[in-house]
């Protein structure tokens, strides 16, 4: 009996066994999943014992909308400014651009006035029969013709008044700060932006002052309005902040 033997079964290594006739022999299983079988993910890296733990991002709930973020002049955001402008700032900016707008066209029309107080012509009925009440108007309507000197002024006053007006809504929408405002350090802004709010709602937010006007209630209401706004800035959309 020697191990090189075929015929003895002692010494021999074990065989696989031999699959049925006509069919395939077995495969050993491999390391990864065979091919057509779904892919696993690799286990997420652990952090060393002794190390805190990171918690995961909070998921939105499926349908829902990403968060907004805070409003103009609210905490949470970027670059807020310094909070609401006071209404002393705001009544201080309104007069420096009254003065402004208003110097040169309130010179004209004293200038105006002045012409036409020196130009004054007394009334002489003298030459009219008594009783002709037609010719004593037509000698009151002849003393009281403004000279022309006095019409021009006035019409140069009010041209200058209206460009001014221009101005200032044009600084306003544009910039959000008059001549007035940026002395003051305060500026008007959209609440839902924070950016300028252009010259065409400028325009609609100074219509909207008529509404203040009613009992000057309006021009009141920022001094115990949570956001300083007057009935015109809630109806554009508007605050006045202070700026850096």
Not at 85 to 98: K, N, Q
Request: charged share 10%; hydrophobic share 35%.
């Amino acid at each position: 009996m020697s191990f090189g033997d075929p015929n003895n079964p002692y010494g021999q290594p074990p065989q696989a066994p031999q699959a049925p006739y006509g069919q395939q022999p077995p495969v050993p299983p491999q390391g990864g999943p065979g091919y057509g079988y779904p892919q696993q993910q690799p286990a997420a890296p652990q952090q060393p014992y002794g190390y805190p733990q990171q918690p995961a991002a909070p998921q939105q709930p499926y349908g829902a909308y990403p968060q907004q973020g805070a409003p103009y002049g609210q905490p949470g955001m970027p670059g807020m400014p310094m909070g609401y402008a006071s209404w002393g700032a705001r009544v201080g900016a309104y007069l420096i651009d009254g003065l402004i707008v208003g110097a040169i066209p309130g010179i004209l029309y004293i200038i105006a006035v002045i012409i036409a107080s020196s130009s004054s012509v007394s009334v002489d009925t003298s030459t009219c029969p008594p009783g002709d009440y037609q010719c004593i108007s037509d000698a009151y309507d002849a003393a009281s013709v403004m000279p022309v000197g006095s019409i021009i002024m006035i019409v140069l006053a009010g041209l200058i008044a209206f460009a001014g007006g221009i101005f200032i809504l044009t600084k306003e929408g544009s910039t959000g700060q008059t001549p007035g405002k940026k002395a003051l350090k305060i500026r008007l802004v959209k609440e839902a932006t924070g950016q300028p709010i252009g010259f065409g709602m400028a325009f609609v937010r100074k219509l909207c002052h008529f509404l203040d006007g009613i009992c000057y209630i309006g021009y009141l209401w920022p001094l115990w309005d949570e956001k300083s706004q007057t009935f015109a800035d809630k109806i554009a959309g508007t605050v006045v902040v202070k700026s850096q």
